[in-house]
């Protein structure tokens, strides 16, 4: 079964500047899909970023952009730029393939102070 | 990406009665799953409904207690019945659909907030 570890239960950022956010997981599958999603308090949850496994680059999202690493089967997410809007619950999650469900890790409370 | 309407937006009920949320997608999808977010934690899996057939359940989840319909490709509800304040939490539906890019796209309503008395 595929597993999903975020290690920092919280984090804080000033205004304009840079956080990671780190992410790992587990899986014996080649190929998968990796996401990192948004909470805010309005509950709604928002896809910020995807990545395919199989795609060596990096994805981007204007601000928002990943570190892949495969082998290490790490996932961080990185916002540039901070802004108050950011601040969220930030989700991990995995895919084994189209059409599976989705397996989320425990969730970074992301503050942004002005 | 699909657009979801999910209905009640919150509710309260009194132990032991049920309560039906429903997830209107504006366009046609396969496979529809449903989440539960239990007061400030991760969201997890109850069960995924295709169209025409019976909704499988994830472990801990059963069909007694989480029915779910799927009467078309556009509709689903999940029924929390015999509720108890253990059962107070976010209730999700989620769909895969084809984002812009041609790649998977999943798209989540807003949430249903139950909360038992």
């Known amino acids: 079964a595929q597993t999903v570890t975020q290690s920092q239960p919280e984090m804080s950022v000033q205004e304009a500047e840079t956080v990671t956010l780190s992410c790992t997981y587990d899986?014996?599958?080649?190929?998968?899909?990796l996401f990192w999603y948004k909470q805010p308090p309005s509950r709604q949850m928002i896809l910020v970023i995807r990545?395919?496994?199989?795609?060596?680059q990096n994805a981007t999202e204007n601000r928002f952009s990943v570190n892949f690493q495969k082998a290490a089967k790490s996932f961080s997410l990185k916002i540039s730029d901070s802004q108050l809007g950011d601040t969220a619950m930030y989700f991990c999650?995995?895919?084994?393939?189209?059409?599976?469900?989705?397996?989320f890790g425990a969730g970074t409370i992301l503050r942004v102070k002005s | 990406s699909a657009v979801i309407s999910q209905k009640p937006s919150r509710d309260i009920c009194q132990r032991g009665t049920s309560l039906t949320i429903q997830c209107q997608v504006d366009?046609?999808?396969?496979?529809m799953f449903w989440y539960r977010q239990q007061p400030g934690q991760s969201l997890t899996l109850i069960a995924t409904?295709?169209?025409?057939?019976?909704?499988?359940?994830e472990s801990g989840f059963v069909i007694d207690k989480f029915p779910i319909s799927r009467p078309n490709l556009t509709f689903s509800t999940l029924t929390v019945s015999n509720l108890s304040p253990e059962d107070s939490s976010i209730y999700l539906c989620?769909?895969?659909?084809?984002?812009?890019?041609?790649?998977?796209?999943?798209?989540f309503g807003a949430g249903s907030r139950l909360t038992v008395l």
């Open positions: 989620s769909v895969d659909a084809t984002g812009s890019s041609g790649a998977n796209v999943l798209t």
């Open positions: 899986t014996s599958e080649s190929n998968y899909y």
């Open positions: 990545q395919e496994a199989y795609k060596q």
């Open positions: 999650a995995f895919m084994k393939g189209y059409g599976n469900k989705l397996v």
């Open positions: 366009s046609q999808v396969t496979m």
């Open positions: 409904a295709n169209q025409g057939s019976e909704a499988t359940y």
